[in-house]
């Protein structure tokens, strides 16, 4: 194939005009100019390049020209490629083979150069708008570096190179959905990935018929997953560059979605998503101690509500020593319905923390948290043990890293709660076991969910609730089925 897709820049101009449309839209910019002595059409969307650079590169071409009546008299240019290319010797340029690839490139943030008999290229001048990296708000750590991925996926590809300097390291560009032509980069170690995991990703991806990516990372993990209603993560996502960075150094692989500053990891178990980087920026014993707490946190978000329930409608069963369990005052509620109310109004909370601006969050914590609350109290409408252990489980849940597990476990609390206020410690159990068998049932990408627990693989379930000294010979988790297991 040839990079000469139109007949002249005439037949370019007018195909680019209505693709793009005539003076129709103000950031698309046709401009003519020359390399010298050569004609050329620039095309380019301006919020993305740089125009600076651009400037720069031409400025003194155009000053190199002859004038008129000197040019009159020399034969004109005979090979104009070779031509092109001895003038605007850039290290960015590349040739384009179709017409598609020319305008998918411009609208990428490329500078597209048509000739004066249609050869086409593209310059890598983009300069997209977007923040600068800095510490990610939910996945703050006390010592450690403090950047983190923005949304911009060359300045994320440059954050995840800096801590793996290997010629192995891989990202792999593909255009996803037909309209919105997304910029999605698979990330992998070339000589550890699995390379059924590798294919499936690349095969999923290529099934995406759609327009676009409007949530960009989620909505690709919908696409590849197909997860429906299941209210579980699938995935791992992170805004950390060095979490990212371990992962990939394990055998897991990375997807990198253009626009979006966090990072999906696959494949994943429940027990990665308990995990923090803290554990890790701590001596090996107290990051044992603060993972340990975070997965007692994880259960008891889950259950205590529902066993505070159980044991406080159920009194005569509590021995001596836990006599203070259970309401000791009455409320013309049942305790079952204070329970849901509480539960769902900390659910409204969280929501009118997102949507409230930052100056006026602190007010709204505490009409929520002092007016409402005591005075509810007050007038009878919540027993004092009801909000108690309604903010400790919430506590709790907040100790949870992963927003998305935090979030699906409390819904698995509520079925918990229904199920024992019907059946009472039969439907507690009930309950426990088909939240269980469901964790155990998913195998995202065919990996169990709730590995290394089922199946059971002592060594790794081990290392899943102890973290070893980094001087310990680790090996790599057997669900990434990485070409090799030894790390050292």
Not at 316 to 325: C, N, Q, S
Not at 418 to 445: E, Q, V
Request: glycine share 6%; proline share 6%; with cysteine.
């Amino acid at each position: 194939m040839t990079n000469k897709i139109f007949t002249s820049i005439d037949e370019a101009k007018v195909y680019l005009e209505g693709q793009f449309g005539k003076d129709e839209s103000f950031d698309i910019l046709l401009k003519e100019a020359h390399v010298r002595d050569l004609p050329v059409l620039l095309v380019y969307v301006s919020g993305l390049i740089d125009s600076n650079t651009l400037t720069i590169q031409l400025t003194p071409l155009f000053f190199e020209r002859r004038d008129s009546k000197e040019f009159e008299m020399n034969d004109p240019i005979d090979d104009e490629v070779a031509y092109f290319n001895e003038h605007l010797n850039f290290f960015g340029k590349s040739e384009v083979k179709d017409k598609d690839e020319f305008v998918t490139s411009v609208l990428s943030g490329t500078v597209g150069i048509i000739t004066l008999h249609g050869y086409a290229y593209t310059l890598e001048l983009r300069n997209y708008p977007g923040r600068s990296p800095e510490e990610p708000d939910n996945e703050k750590v006390i010592r450690g570096s403090r950047d983190g991925f923005a949304e911009n996926i060359i300045i994320n590809a440059g954050l995840i190179r800096r801590r793996i300097r290997s010629p192995q390291l891989r990202f792999n560009l593909h255009k996803v959905t037909d309209l919105g032509k997304a910029d999605v980069a698979i990330v992998y170690m070339n000589d550890i990935v699995n390379t059924k995991h590798l294919e499936w990703i690349k095969k999923r991806l290529d099934q995406i018929k759609h327009d676009g990516l409007t949530m960009s990372d989620k909505s690709l993990e919908e696409w590849l997953f197909k997860q429906k209603f299941h209210p579980m993560p699938f995935v791992r996502y992170s805004e950390r560059p060095d979490i990212v960075a371990a992962h990939l150094l394990e055998g897991h692989i990375a997807i990198v979605v253009d626009t979006s500053p966090s990072v999906i990891i696959v494949p994943v178990t429940m027990f990665h998503l308990l995990q923090h980087a803290e554990e890790y920026r701590q001596a090996p014993f107290i990051g044992t101690s603060v993972r340990l707490l975070r997965y007692i946190a994880a259960f008891l978000s889950l259950t205590l509500l529902p066993i505070w329930y159980l044991l406080a409608t159920n009194e005569f069963h509590l021995p001596e020593g836990l006599g203070f369990i259970g309401s000791k005052e009455e409320s013309h509620i049942p305790l079952f319905l204070q329970i849901i109310i509480a539960s769902l109004g900390l659910e409204y909370l969280r929501l009118a923390a997102i949507h409230t601006p930052t100056p006026l969050s602190t007010a709204m914590g505490l009409v929520a948290g002092v007016i409402i609350g005591q005075i509810a109290i007050e007038v009878g409408l919540f027993t004092p043990e009801v909000v108690l252990y309604t903010a400790v489980v919430a506590i709790f849940s907040f100790a949870i890293p992963t927003y998305e597990l935090s979030t699906a476990l409390k819904y698995f609390q509520f079925l918990i709660i229904i199920l024992t206020a019907l059946w009472g410690a039969n439907g507690f159990f009930i309950a426990l076991f088909f939240t269980f068998s469901y964790f155990c049932h998913l195998r995202p990408m065919n990996v169990p969910y709730m590995w290394p627990l089922v199946p059971f693989f002592p060594k790794a379930f081990t290392r899943v609730f102890i973290r070893f000294p980094m001087a310990d010979d680790a090996i790599r988790p057997y669900i990434v089925g990485a070409k090799y297991r030894k790390r050292s």
